[in-house]
């Protein structure tokens, strides 16, 4: 069972597609697709592969073409109005054409790029890599890092060939002053794709030899202005912005500021103002060292001069002083002396005053203590004289009585009434005094005395 | 005169000296010491001023580690 089968050949597939597609897609479209690479061959054409992402992943992928004429036309554009070629990664939107090619397949024929729709892009990365800077705090973490006092030590960041670090070593090397610095080239690409990894590179190979630099600088120049959009690249701004060293950019351009621009720790709009920068960073150094020369000179000379005016004013007034301690001294020595003087005189006055008055009153005192004593005599004398009469008078009678008394006991009375009195050796006779025979003892009558012998 | 100073510190001990001078804080007595001190910093500020000691070799050295 052999049914007849209409055989086609390859063209004739490949033409009847080309022909619907041609038929179903006449007009012009516009896309929106990511360029993932723009594929430039050496003819002038190009092919870019594009693509639509989602996630990250690949959701539709279709070939594109530009021509040499489109190209060429596109770029200039871009160049002029953008300062930047068409940028692999980008997301642009596109006018195309689809095409199908009897060898090729089918393929987006590019014809125009909006240009302000990759402008919005630009804007938009650049804002994206802001707000993500600003989120992770490193806004401003690069100009937080100290200063040196003299940026002597210049880690530069740019490439040989670069008209801006020629004039930046010029202005350097030239300066009139003598101020010597130190400049080291890591070399990079300034601009294009590849200039984001290149100077992230040699920031990395800067920080492993820091503590040989004071500064870090980034300059470009006479290169054109185009493809600088890399200086908004985030992870390039992230690592000028961790820097521990400061990073100066001096990258020349009249475009709005890049964002490396934004957040290093200083921008220069050339590198010819960069290097002055640094020159007046020396000079801010050296003006107060030139001047502390010239105020020491000034002032310790004022300080001298101070010291021996000080000097000749303490002497002056030393002897000033003096002189008028002296005379004062003087003149109160002379008040003092008279004031003693009248005193001591008023003082012996007084006393003497006072002498002659108690020498009266002792005067008087002592002559009516005198008459008061005299009285007292003559009163006394008379009352003794008296007593003395009244006691004369009384023993007077007291010895009459007496004597009448003892004339009354008188032996001689008793005698004369005829006793006698016998003595044995001139003693009355006692048991004590008893005479023996033959003794001699004594008589006494009141008027005779007469011998006898015992018998 | 102690060589080993950082030019920083001798600018910041000149600025000090400077400063007592103007406001009169220095005597007669201390004047003499305190300006060859200040003689001294000045001479260590201008020798860094005009003149590096940077070895490229060792740059290239610490490079490679």
Redesign the interface.
Known sequence: MTEKRQVFSLRQVVSSIKKTIEERYQQTYWVKAEMHKLNLYPSGHAFPELVQKENGKVIAQLSGTIWKHHLDKINLKFVQVLKEPIKEGSTLLMEVKINFSEIYGISLAILDIDLNYTLGELQRERQETLSKLHSKGLLNKNQQVPFPLLPQRIAVISADSSKGLSDFMQVLNQNNFNYAFFTYLFPAYLQGDLAAPSIMKQLQRIEKVKHHFDVIVIVRGGGGEVGLSCYNNFELCQAIANSSLPVLTGIGHSTNLTVAEMIAYRNAITPTELADYLIQAFHEFSVPVERSIEKLKNLSTLILEQAKQDFKQQVQLLKSNATTNLKGNRTSWHMLSRQLNAKSILLIERQQHHVHYLQKQLINQAKLHQQAQSKHISDLSDYFIQQARKIVAHYTEQIELQSRHIQMLDPKNVLKRGFSITRYQQKTISQKNVPQKDDLIEIETYDLKIRASVQ | MKEEIS??AA?EE??R??VD??D?E?S?DE?SDK?KR??EL?KI??K?????E?D?N??LK??E?
């Open positions: 030019y920083t600018y000149l600025q000296i400077v001078l103007e009169g220095i007669v004047l300006v200040a003689s000045i500020c201008k860094k001023l005009t003149s590096t940077q490229v060792k740059i610490d490079l580690e």
